[in-house]
């Protein structure tokens, strides 16, 4: 699977969009790009996926650039509930597990 | 709509001893794999089992192990327990081993220390 680089930490005022970098570079045709989230305490929580699509849902955006070498999860309306750590991973499609990174804590704030 | 629930929720145990967790998949779900979270870092894949097979697993030693029962219910064993054994252990049920639309859902965890 590729890896994939996420900035430590980012802040984002409540009500605004937050949007969440990730790169992968070494990503493979045959790859998907997966987000997760991990609210404190909890296990990890779905969020989105694509290939090279951009694809909506009711939580989240997924933004792919057309060389599908990076991407944006976007928080359309961030809360104080969405404060989690995002993990974004690149999966194959028939892959049997989730590699996760040390992923992207997002901090909203009031 | 049953989610998947780990037991115990916190487990205390001393280096040298074993232990057991226990996943209840979620309804509908056949495939469930274990992860290992230790404390500021991410989780790591431990193994997945499907129709009570171990179906791939990660870079841990032998000492994990575990089993699935024809509910698609799952225990995880360690053996021999080690102080870098403390972690969050989660579990992730999914309808079936691969593919799309097919997501994870994980439970709560449980978290092991061991003294």
């Known amino acids: 699977d590729a890896k994939t680089t996420q900035p430590p930490s980012m802040d984002c005022a409540e009500g605004r969009a937050a949007n969440l970098p990730c790169n992968h570079s070494?990503?493979?045709?045959?790859?998907?790009v997966y987000w997760y989230r991990q609210i404190h305490s909890q296990g990890p929580q779905y969020i989105i996926h694509?290939?090279?699509n951009n694809e909506t849902n009711e939580m989240a955006s997924l933004i792919i650039t057309e060389d599908r070498k990076s991407s944006t999860l976007i928080l359309p309306h961030a809360t104080l509930r969405d404060t989690a750590v995002y993990y974004c991973i690149v999966r194959a499609e028939y892959g049997n597990k989730l590699v996760f990174g040390a992923g992207t804590i997002l901090r909203v704030k009031s | 709509e049953t989610g998947v629930t780990q037991s115990p929720t916190h487990l205390i145990k001393t280096r040298g001893q074993q232990v057991t967790l226990r996943c209840s998949s979620q309804s509908g779900h056949n495939t469930v794999s274990w992860y290992q979270q230790a404390l500021g870092q991410g989780p790591q894949f431990i193994f997945q089992y499907y129709r009570e097979e171990e179906n791939g697993r990660g870079n841990f030693p032998p000492r994990f192990s575990g089993l699935q029962f024809p509910n698609y219910s799952s225990e995880l064993n360690v053996n021999a327990l080690e102080l870098d054994d403390s972690a969050l252990y989660l579990c992730?049920?999914?309808?079936?081993?691969?593919?799309?639309?097919?997501?994870?859902?994980f439970g709560p965890g449980t978290r092991l220390t061991v003294l």
């Open positions: 070494t990503i493979s045709g045959n790859e998907y």
């Open positions: 694509g290939l090279k």
């Open positions: 992730a049920s999914r309808r079936r081993p691969g593919g799309l639309d097919n997501e994870q859902f």
